[in-house]
């Protein structure tokens, strides 16, 4: 008696055979986090958020101590206090705008760090703020660098996540911008406005000393040709135990595709321009020609392109057929020849 096939034994009747456990190379190609050094990088990167939503709101708690201060030169009127609230925007436009020109020219990890020399100067003036003009420069230095940062953080974590948490990582320079900001708004219920300047420098230190630690982005390396430092960082990112090989071969042919340049003979091709479509059928050419008529009786037919002298067509071809130049039976070379009598 023959056994059923699912009773059988070997590897033809295996139906659901066992898959052997990932390597660490396939692992790392789905994505799996094996390095925990990428969120302190992270960290490190998003206290430019954290001191970003800070600023932010610096006037919340601010503006009415300085209505109501003992010092003239610093008392705002309400046109002062509502320029020392706006104009921290003004700073944050140049500073998104600057950092199209410093996440190239300086990478992404040295921008964010920059951001800190005009942030620390704008707490400083408006720590120790002997006139207006002072809280209006110290508040357009802190939107110049909460601008800057809000730029180069996203680009930074982009390139430095795994695929595997890069979402959850994206996430987070909004979080520590809300985060600043609960933190203003609870110190302000503790320190002078002065005092709330000087615990602004607190992130930016904090900031700057971790990013000293932290890779730079290995895809802003590649793409300055520094592929051993590139390597390196990748290494310090995803783990000693992970296979990188493919990451970084995927990474380093995305740079060269975005680095080729295209030129002027190229932009000019139809394929650059014209969008793809279904191609258009060929075009009969126009006038159709002419069939061949019947050989005309005592003579063969004129040559193509001759032209009849009573003819209004220019280059309309005329055979020397019956009804061909209005005469039947009479070759159109003797006609040509008599003058058409």
Not at 44 to 52: R, Y
Not at 67 to 72: K, L, T
Not at 196 to 219: D, Q, T
Request: include cysteine; proline fraction near 10%; charged fraction near 15%.
């Amino acid at each position: 008696m023959q056994e059923p096939l699912l009773g059988a034994e070997g590897p033809d009747y295996d139906t659901f055979p066992k898959k052997p456990p990932p390597s660490p190379g396939e692992r790392t190609r789905v994505g799996a986090l094996q390095n925990k050094w990428v969120f302190l990088a992270t960290f490190a990167a998003v206290l430019g958020n954290f001191s970003f939503g800070y600023a932010l709101v610096y006037t919340s708690p601010v503006i009415p101590a300085l209505e109501h201060s003992s010092d003239p030169s610093l008392r705002l009127t309400q046109t002062q206090a509502t320029w020392f609230g706006s104009v921290f925007t003004l700073g944050a436009a140049a500073g998104g705008l600057s950092a199209m020109v410093l996440n190239d020219l300086l990478g992404r990890k040295l921008s964010i760090m920059f951001s800190a020399v005009p942030s620390a100067a704008g707490y400083a003036l408006m720590a120790g703020a002997r006139a207006f003009w002072m809280l209006l420069l110290g508040r357009t230095l802190t939107g110049f660098a909460g601008g800057l940062t809000a730029a180069c953080i996203p680009v930074y974590l982009s390139e430095i996540a795994p695929p595997g948490v890069r979402g959850a990582l994206g996430a987070t320079p909004q979080l520590m911008a809300v985060f600043g900001s609960m933190a203003l708004y609870a110190l302000g219920l503790l320190l002078p406005w002065r005092w709330l300047a000087v615990a602004g420098e607190g992130p930016v230190v904090v900031m700057v000393l971790l990013l000293s630690f932290m890779p730079n982005s290995p895809r802003f390396l590649l793409s300055r040709g520094r592929d051993a430092e590139a390597l390196r960082a990748l290494a310090w990112l995803r783990g000693a135990q992970a296979d990188i090989r493919w990451e970084f071969q995927q990474i380093q042919d995305n740079v060269r595709r975005q680095s080729s340049r295209v030129s002027w003979a190229e932009i000019r091709a139809p394929h650059m321009y014209r969008p793809h479509g279904r191609p258009r059928p060929a075009q009969a050419a126009w006038p159709p020609p002419r069939r061949p008529g019947p050989a005309s009786r005592g003579g063969s037919c004129a040559p193509q392109g001759s032209t009849h002298p009573g003819s209004t067509r220019p280059g309309r071809e005329h055979q020397s057929g019956p009804g061909a130049s209005g005469h039947t039976g009479r070759p159109q070379a003797e006609l040509l020849t008599h003058g058409g009598r």
